[in-house]
């Protein structure tokens, strides 16, 4: 096998595409490839299709750091969200480092060589493949893309209609004067249901429980009005630095007064609704950010309430019937079309078996340094963006380490590196810490730990990763480095060698 790559990025969504141009920016001698098993470059913004699809945070602070969302509209559909990572990766260079079509199935790591071994498939030859590479960076966010939560609803076969999972939404599927069921209360719920409602009979939004919604601008008007006077580089630069402020404030604000935010946001719906809606439908049982909260551009939700062509209801399953569903208060909801956005399943690295000289690795034995490095595993980096703020905003700044972390290792010829916590740092809780969001609580056992201080701990919070992970010390006593052999270190990189 010829020479490796120095970095294998796993995944061209936006979090692998922001990778590879950060090491285009940062680290041009690093030989990179990223391994992307769809046909093309987006990641979730290619995989879901559903009507409305569209970001839950606002594009000034979604978008990368070094490229401009050049849009005033603050949450973007997933077509544009996509054509804004391709265009990056073109602009930087970094589609021609793209492998498409090849699913990983497993990667080892050798002590002896300091390498990773990639096992994968070309799907559609169906030939294995092998990549080596000297460092292995984990873009494949954190959901499973093969297959959605869904709950074992009783009667399901039952039902005559159409059944739809959102996160494998059919192409063409006619839902006009249609009667539409939608289950579920998170993002994928409150996006579908006014998305819908202007075309169905009627969208019923059926939740077992309430969530926190929220009422954001479509347009940014200041930034708008901004750029007819300033560049728009520098407007892009002072709405991301405004936006940046006004979450920080409101999460953590959220944190120390609960109730005083519970009652601001209710206060909020409750004007949006109107007084003939039962304000039941819209009061959570947890404070805000126990769950993520759920935005809606121009209150649009509220206004398909308004007008009658959408409802909520709250109650429980009971089973499904041939015409609908039946509820355990005696009601039951007539449908032509039920979606069932019941939510994901969490897959950590992309469901990718990981081992270290041919032993396996679980992640929850393992603990997470910086949010970024698997303690106890070398050479292995991933990426996972903030749950209280926008995804991009975490996965930019952990790019950024990963580069500096690459230039360390070159400036003084090292071929490992490793995190090694003390003894005692474990502490139970999962990378997601205080969330407590379905998909998060059904994964436990399967994700990363946090330690009880510093670098293991996940803060998520932007103001303080930033210095921790972009002017810390690299060496800072938890790392461990190892030397490459003289005989190698000698060696130039080469094409990766491919075996059918």
């Known amino acids: 096998m010829q020479n490796p790559f120095d970095v294998l990025i796993i995944g061209a969504g936006l979090s692998g595409v922001g990778m590879a141009c950060h090491i285009q920016r940062d680290c041009p001698d690093q030989r990179y490839a990223i391994l992307e098993r769809r046909s093309r470059i987006g990641g979730t ?41 391709t265009e990056t990766a073109k602009e930087y260079g970094v589609d021609r480092n793209i492998h498409y079509g090849v699913k990983i199935v497993r990667a080892d790591f050798s002590t002896k060589t300091n390498l990773w071994t990639v096992h994968a498939l070309d799907e559609a030859s169906g030939r294995e493949q092998t990549y080596q590479s000297r460092v292995l960076v984990s873009c494949t966010g954190y959901y499973n893309y093969d297959k959605g939560f869904l709950p074992d609803f009783p009667g399901q076969e039952r039902f005559k209609g ?47 429980s309430p969530g926190f919604i929220f009422s954001v601008p479509g347009t940014d008007a200041i930034a708008r009005t901004m750029s007819k006077f300033l560049p728009r580089k520098l407007v892009y630069a002072i709405t991301r630095k405004r936006n940046l402020a006004l979450l920080r404030a409101m999460y953590f604000g959220s944190l120390r007064w609960p109730e005083k935010a519970r009652k601001l946001l209710m206060d909020n719906v409750e004007k949006q609704v109107g007084d003939k809606v ?57 449908a032509d079309i039920v979606i069932t956005a019941t939510g994901l399943n969490l897959q950590v690295f992309g469901g990718v078996q990981i081992s270290v000289d041919g032993k396996g690795i679980q992640p929850n034995d393992h603990l997470t340094y910086k949010a970024t490095l698997l303690e106890g595993v070398p050479n292995l980096a991933w990426i996972v963006g903030y749950t209280n703020a926008p995804w991009t905003l975490k996965a930019d700044i952990a790019s950024r380490y990963i580069c500096r972390l690459l230039s360390h290792m070159k400036q003084h010829g090292y071929a490992r590196f490793e995190a090694r916590a003390p003894a005692g ?76």
């Not at 993520?292 to 089973?319: M, N, Q």
């Open 278 to 334: 039962d304000m039941k439908h819209f009061t959570p049982r947890y404070n805000p950010w126990e769950e993520r909260l759920c935005a809606v551009p121009d209150g649009d939700l509220f206004k398909a309430i308004r007008k009658g062509r959408a409802s909520v209801v709250t109650a429980e399953i009971e089973s499904f019937t041939e015409g609908g569903i039946k509820l355990k208060n005696g009601d039951e909801l007539a």
């Open 162 to 208: 159409t059944r739809v999972h959102p996160q494998f939404w059919p192409e063409g599927l006619d839902y006009k004067g249609k009667r539409v069921v939608v289950i579920g209360s998170g993002a994928t719920a409150v996006t579908l249901v006014p998305a819908m409602a202007d075309e169905a009979a009627h969208v019923t939004m059926l939740q077992r």
């Open 425 to 500: 740092e474990r502490d139970d809780d999962t990378i997601f810490g205080s969330l407590k969001s379905g998909y998060v609580m059904r994964a436990a056992q399967t994700l990363p730990r946090q330690g009880k201080s510093l670098p293991w701990r996940v803060l998520h919070d932007y103001k303080r990763d930033q210095p921790m992970l972009l002017s810390d010390p690299i060496d800072d006593g938890f790392l461990s480095f190892e030397a490459a052999p003289a005989d190698v270190a000698a060696k130039k990189p080469g094409k990766v060698a491919k075996a059918a």
């Open 45 to 85: 913004w290619d995989l879901f299709r559903y009507p409305g699809i569209r970001s839950d945070s606002d594009m000034f602070t979604f978008g990368y750091a070094f490229r401009p969302w050049n849009s005033f509209k603050v949450l973007a559909d997933g077509t544009s969200i996509r054509e804004y990572v």
